[in-house]
């Protein structure tokens, strides 16, 4: 049985994980710690096997953040995250597995324009956020050794049933508008379910380095506000209307080319020895958009 830590106590990722290893649990064992005090410090690690460090902090319009936000970004992001490892390998767990994200290769393109990572794009982060994220990594990856596995994750958008950030905003959009702009675009994004499954697979196999999980769908935003809205019961109109205002918009503004702008991995990068996609884009839809478990 493998025993697992999971450091981030209420955390979407980490407590979806925790639910998603409940179909085994003969095979696992989980428990969560809160990172929020000092009290970790006294946790036993040297029973574990895995730590899982999902603790951060993140969704903050970086613009308009104060110093004293940007120092915390990397106090928690960056060195608590080295702190939790050391302590991990000093206390002889067997692999620490980390949640980066895409976002430590700067922004989606410009609408209208592709962007490819590829396994040789050098990370260019574009905010306070990213960065504290890639320094994480370089903090942590030289702690590998023989006996102690260090896995990074640089997962893309992460959404399914109570997840943050653009989706549910989508999702909100989907059931409320009459008409939506029908841009050619793609992006890579990850369902909360596959990226479970991968993790575990990471754990089974003992695992170490950079992994890039994907779903295999690249998404279209107006086809997925689309598939949401039939969903969901809303004739939604698709139309090119306002894709030249929209483009000039992109210009300036971040977080229009979030929505219409193009972010994918290579497909390549995402491949594993198993296949760890165990839903569909469409099926992950139909459990986000009527709110069912994730389940096999």
Not at 78 to 105: H, N, P, W
Not at 154 to 174: F, Q
Not at 208 to 217: D, M, R, S, T
């Amino acid at each position: 049985m493998k025993k697992i830590l999971i450091a981030g106590a209420n955390s979407y990722i980490g407590t979806s994980f925790d639910i998603w290893l409940r179909q085994w649990p003969d095979q696992y064992k989980v428990d969560t710690i809160d990172m929020l005090s000092a009290d970790w410090k006294d946790k036993d690690f040297s029973v574990y096997d895995v730590v899982f460090h999902v603790a951060g902090i993140a969704h903050v319009d970086t613009k308009k953040a104060s110093a004293e936000t940007r120092k915390l970004y990397y106090k928690i992001n960056r060195d608590l995250t080295l702190e939790v490892a050391k302590k991990a390998k000093k206390s002889g767990v067997k692999q620490f597995i980390f949640m980066s994200s895409i976002i430590i290769y700067g922004d989606s393109s410009l609408i209208g324009k592709k962007r490819i990572i590829t396994k040789n794009t050098i990370p260019t982060p574009s905010n306070f956020y990213a960065d504290s994220k890639l320094q994480a990594e370089q903090c942590i990856l030289p702690l590998q050794s023989d006996q102690f596995n260090v896995v990074i994750l640089r997962p893309p958008m992460i959404y399914g049933r109570g997840s943050k950030g653009n989706y549910p905003k989508l999702a909100y959009l989907a059931r409320k508008l009459p008409v939506f702009p029908d841009i050619h675009n793609e992006r890579s994004m990850l369902h909360i379910g596959n990226l479970c499954e991968f993790i575990r697979m990471m754990i089974d196999y003992e695992e170490k380095g950079i992994f890039f999980p994907q779903n295999k769908e690249y998404v279209k935003t107006s086809e997925m506000v689309e598939m949401m809205a039939r969903l969901y019961g809303n004739k939604i109109h698709l139309t090119r209307k306002f894709n030249s205002i929209i483009k000039l918009f992109g210009l300036r503004s971040k977080n229009i080319c979030k929505l219409f702008g193009s972010l994918v991995y290579d497909k390549s990068m995402s491949e594993y020895k198993e296949e760890y996609c165990v839903f569909s884009f469409e099926e992950t839809l139909r459990m986000t958009c009527f709110r069912q478990e994730m389940c096999k």
